[in-house]
């Protein structure tokens, strides 16, 4: 009988063991097999120069749309995404600040890794270019000693991801030129310079031979 019992209870911690692997592992796989995650569904704007609508705020003409794939915390934050793919080459979002609040968050797969808002921008421009370790380090090498950049430069932890933009609008009347901000952004990538092509050699012009001189007569 006391066997029987000892096998039971082993059975039945084992069985609890396999379940508790099989749910972690389950649970850590979704973000990989999903289909419908953040960064999927930000990468359809990788080919858009500016952010992809995620959330617009209503109008007096157009009402706020009935759900959106990011967390809405609040009703008067306009949202959009530009997605980047870093193999193609540093990402650069550059936006005007304005009188509304503006904010851009930088995710990766596994979440959000950098952000900053309008005060650190200059002279009303906020550059945000996103590279990896490699393109870093070229850009710093190019970078001229008499005319610092002013980019805000944020090295990835890996070549995907997307940007949130986010404005709001504090007054009921802003909304229009709340969502207007958010289309504004621009969200381009840097192609890598390439070097000037070389001058074409030039022929130097053909010289006519000296005429000759006529013969003197003789005697």
Not at 71 to 91: H, K, Q, R, T
């Amino acid at each position: 009988m006391r066997l029987v019992n000892l096998c039971v209870v082993y059975a039945t911690a084992c069985g609890l063991a396999l379940a508790g692997i099989v749910h972690v592992a389950t649970v850590f796989a979704i973000p990989a097999l999903s289909e419908t995650d953040a960064l999927t569904r930000a990468r359809s704007s990788e080919s858009l120069e500016h952010p992809q609508r995620v959330y617009t705020l209503a109008t007096h003409g157009e009402p706020a749309p009935a759900e959106a794939w990011l967390p809405i915390p609040d009703p008067s934050v306009a949202v959009g995404v530009c997605a980047y793919d870093l193999e193609d080459g540093p990402m650069r979002v550059s936006a005007r600040t304005g009188a509304m609040m503006l904010s851009l968050a930088v995710h990766g797969r596994k979440g959000a890794f950098y952000a900053v808002t309008d005060q650190a921008a200059v002279r009303g421009a906020l550059d945000l270019v996103v590279l990896t370790r490699a393109q870093y380090d070229a850009a710093l090498a190019n970078d001229d000693e008499n005319e610092p950049s002013r980019d805000v430069r944020i090295v990835a932890p890996g070549d995907q991801g997307f940007v949130v933009v986010r404005v709001i609008a504090g007054l009921p009347s802003q909304r229009a030129a709340a969502n207007d901000a958010v289309q504004a952004v621009s969200c381009t990538t840097d192609s890598p310079d390439e070097p000037d092509p070389e001058p074409a050699p030039t022929n130097p012009p053909p010289t006519n031979p000296p005429p000759a001189g006529r013969a003197k007569p003789n005697g």
